[in-house]
T-cell receptor, first 115, second 111 residues
Framework: KAGVTQTPRYLIKTRGQQVTLSCSPISGHRSVSWYQQTPGQGLQFLFEYFSETQRNKGNFPGRFSGRQFSNSRSEMNVSTLELGDSALYLC??????????????FGPGTRLTVL | GNSVTQMEGPVTLSEEAFLTINCTYTATGYPSLFWYVQYPGEGLQLLLKATKADDKGSNKGFEATYRKETTSFHLEKGSVQVSDSAVYFCALSVVDDQFYFGTGTSLTVIP
């Protein structure tokens, strides 16, 4: 079974630009979550999509948005990039354990550098 | 609300030393508990999990027991190796809610 894939793996942008990151979950998984990881803030939850609907949302500004397609693939978009957006962006897909509880599987991440 | 409090790092140990990384949680429901590990330059990998009280998760010599009475899920390993050097994250999940992660504990094992 293929794992979670993220593209691109590395990205360099300049302030003010926008960026779109892509995540393909494990086959059969319907939930995709996005995280931002920085040395100073650790792992911060951005949002979760389940069956094309945003189910949970973290505390990030509206410049950060996402969507999920009918095949469960997800994209996240960051508009008007700031230097502080430089981070590793991780995607995780969720399958269900017995009893309906979730287990998350992570992709390798997209390293975004904003200059 | 739901949250995870994890032992601050970094932790530096000599090879074959005993490892404990403390993790406590608060949860509104009945959570599942997880330990994830992140090696340099990679995403997080599931290390072990426990879904109910008194369950013991184990993998690669690591163990953690779900203690409902103390709301804890401490990670232990009897003899660490250099290859165990990584960042370790404690996490919880409740039904249909997001995952909640601790801040991560960096472990360095020196030969």
């Amino acid at each position: 079974k293929a794992g979670v894939t993220q593209t691109p793996r590395y990205l360099i942008k300049t302030r003010g630009q926008q960026v779109t990151l892509s995540c393909s979950p494990i086959s059969g998984h319907r939930s995709v979550s996005w995280y931002q990881q920085t040395p100073g803030q650790g792992l911060q939850f951005l949002f979760e999509y389940f069956s094309e609907t945003q189910r949970n949302k973290g505390n990030f500004p509206g410049r950060f948005s996402g969507r999920q397609f009918s095949n469960s693939r997800s994209e996240m978009n960051v508009s008007t990039l700031e230097l502080g957006d430089s981070a590793l962006y991780l995607c995780a897909s969720s399958g269900k354990l017995a009893g309906g509880l979730n287990e998350q599987f992570f992709g390798p991440g997209t390293r975004l550098t904003v200059l | 609300g739901n949250s995870v409090t994890q032992m601050e790092g970094p932790v530096t140990l000599s090879e074959e030393a005993f490892l404990t990384i403390n993790c406590t949680y608060t949860a509104t429901g009945y959570p599942s508990l997880f330990w994830y590990v992140q090696y340099p330059g990679e995403g997080l990998q599931l290390l072990l999990k426990a879904t109910k009280a008194d369950d013991k998760g184990s993998n690669k010599g690591f163990e953690a027991t779900y203690r409902k009475e103390t709301t804890s899920f401490h990670l232990e390993k009897g003899s660490v190796q250099v290859s165990d050097s990584a960042v370790y994250f404690c996490a919880l999940s409740v039904v249909d809610d997001q995952f909640y992660f601790g801040t991560g504990t960096s472990l360095t094992v020196i030969p």
